[in-house]
């Protein structure tokens, strides 16, 4: 595996074994669709294969990630567990003992594992009413539960925030100075801008990356959160944070893609593995068989996801081939024919 200091090695696809013909098909197929995508990476043992951004975007503009932040909180918690700071079955009720004076008696079972798999028990995520006058852990713990926890995958941004509020209750720190000193300043991020209420970092969105801060934090994920010799959250912690904790194929989404269940933070793929996920299709795919990081930053409502499974996976399986076209012109030309699509979203979204 190899890590990068400044900037990622570059490997061809001859090197990396990947069929450079159906990466062709993947650009052809972006432009046939107009699918509106800013960035895309695509890591092989820790080098980079291709890097493609639109118009007005390179891989080091940094964006909301909006969902993808989950997966940022979950390594926080692990690195709290690796520490033995927290433990998964600490009831979340004892870490708020000072800020919430009534609560639900039914909250009194409630643990880290089921804010981590999403498994509270509400029915109602109050995340996007919260102001910075709210007493944000208090309002958790007042919405009724209807079921027990750990009993129902419910999607829920609240339940993030509050693993958030734990960081902050045991580190004295926020979410996001916390992730500063054992996260980002390991991998090389430098500190991100994370929304928050009151002194809480969001901990379910907010979080304004690069798709190159994704991949290394992806290529962290591939490599069992060890970072060139630096164990930054154990194995242990992550075997059971990426693989599969809870069912969601009952659960009514607007993508079947998100029916194949979900760990702590993180989301199980058709095609095995996982990913972490934010809405407008932001996605960072890990590949364990072909020792793969797929990074995409979107603004679009349309799969995306799809690309992986059927052109990178299926290039990485078949392998090298011969191929008289250049991936430069193509990744040239997703930037030039990318700039009418990105106007006319800035107009949509900014005026």
């Known amino acids: 595996m190899i890590f990068p200091k400044t900037e990622f090695n570059k490997a061809s696809v001859k090197d990396a074994d990947i069929n450079k013909g159906l990466l062709v098909d993947l650009f052809n197929t972006i432009d046939e669709e107009r699918l509106n995508i800013h ?18 975007y390179d891989e080091d503009t940094k964006e909301e990630v909006y969902s993808v932040s989950k997966s940022f909180t979950s390594i926080a918690i692990g690195i709290l567990f690796d520490l033995k700071l927290v433990a998964l079955d600490d009831y979340v009720l004892f870490y708020f003992q000072d800020d919430v004076k009534e609560y639900l008696p039914e ?16 029915e109602t995520d109050l ?5 910075p006058n709210d007493n944000v852990f208090e309002r958790f713990f007042n919405v009724p539960l209807v079921h027990q926890p750990g009993e129902v995958f419910k ?5 993030s925030l509050m693993l958030s509020g734990i960081v902050t209750k045991v580190t004295g720190r926020s979410l996001n100075d916390f992730l500063n000193e054992y996260l980002y300043s390991v991998i090389g991020m430098e500190k ?18 690069s798709a190159n801060d994704m991949a290394r934090f992806g290529l962290l994920l591939l490599n069992d959160g060890n970072w060139d010799g630096t164990q930054v959250v154990s194995k242990e912690y992550l075997d059971l944070a990426t693989s599969l904790r809870v069912e969601t194929k009952a659960i009514s989404f607007q993508y079947d893609y998100d029916k194949y269940g979900y760990g702590y ?11 972490c996920a934010g809405a407008y299709q932001q996605y960072i795919v890990i590949n364990k068989e072909y020792h793969l990081v797929f990074v995409v930053k979107s603004y679009e409502e349309r799969n995306v996801l799809r690309l992986f499974e059927e052109y990178i996976l299926k290039a990485a ?5 011969y191929c008289d076209y250049s991936l430069r012109d193509y990744t040239r030309r997703f930037k030039i024919n990318s700039q009418e699509i990105i106007e006319k979203e800035k107009e949509i979204r900014f005026g």
Do not use: C
């Open 127 to 131: 995340f996007m009413e919260l102001t």
């Open 317 to 321: 399986k078949t392998g090298w081939n």
């Open 39 to 56: 960035s895309m990476l695509l890591l092989k043992d820790g080098s980079r294969v291709f890097r493609a951004s639109a118009y007005d």
């Open 192 to 209: 991100p801008i994370w929304n928050q209420v009151g002194n809480v970092n969001f901990g379910a969105t907010g979080l304004q990356i």
């Open 265 to 275: 933070q993180f989301w199980m793929n058709s095609f095995g593995d996982y990913r």
């Open 155 to 159: 999607y829920n941004n609240h339940a």
């Open 107 to 122: 909250y009194e079972s409630l643990k880290i594992r089921h804010l981590l798999t999403m498994t509270v028990g509400q």
